[in-house]
C-alpha cells in the first residue's frame, strides 16, 4: 500500500495550494477502513500531523492550520485532499499522506514552498 503524493509547488505568502494523495494498492475497503491524514516536514524539523479525517469527514486540525488548510477525501478513488489557503511561509515542508497513525509506506511527498 502506497500513498503518491502530487500538487505541491511555490507560492506568495496568502496564496493557496491544494495537495493531493492516491493510495494505490488497497482496496476500497482497507482504504475506508482507515483515519487518513496529512502529515508535513519542513527542514530541521521533525514529521508533524496537520489534519485527520475519518471515512465519514470527520476532521481534526492542528492549531497551527486550523482555519486556513481543508482536508477532504474520496473513498470511492482512495484519494484524499488537502485545500491550503492562506499560506504562510512557516507552512513550506515536504507534505506527506499516510494514516493517522503513519502505519503505511511513507511516499515520496510533495514540496510546498511559500515565499515572503
Known amino acids: 500500500v502506497q500513498p503518491v503524493e502530487s500538487g505541491g509547488g511555490s507560492v506568495q505568502e496568502g496564496g493557496s495550494l491544494r495537495v493531493s494523495c492516491k493510495v494505490s494498492?488497497?482496496?476500497?475497503?482497507?482504504?475506508?477502513?482507515?483515519?487518513m491524514g496529512w502529515y508535513r516536514q519542513a527542514p530541521g524539523k521533525q514529521r508533524e500531523l496537520v489534519a485527520t479525517?475519518?471515512?465519514?469527514?470527520?476532521?481534526n486540525y492542528a492549531d497551527s492550520v486550523k482555519g486556513r488548510f481543508t482536508i477532504t477525501r474520496d473513498n470511492a478513488n482512495k484519494k484524499v485532499h488537502l485545500q491550503m489557503n492562506s499560506l504562510k511561509p512557516e507552512d513550506t515542508a515536504v507534505y506527506y499522506c499516510?494514516?493517522?497513525?503513519?502505519?503505511?509506506?511513507w511516499g515520496q511527498g510533495t514540496q510546498v514552498t511559500v515565499s515572503s
Open positions: 479525517i475519518t471515512r465519514l469527514s470527520s476532521t
Open positions: 499516510n494514516d493517522d497513525k503513519g502505519e503505511l509506506s
Open positions: 494498492g488497497a482496496i476500497t475497503s482497507f482504504f475506508n477502513s482507515k483515519i
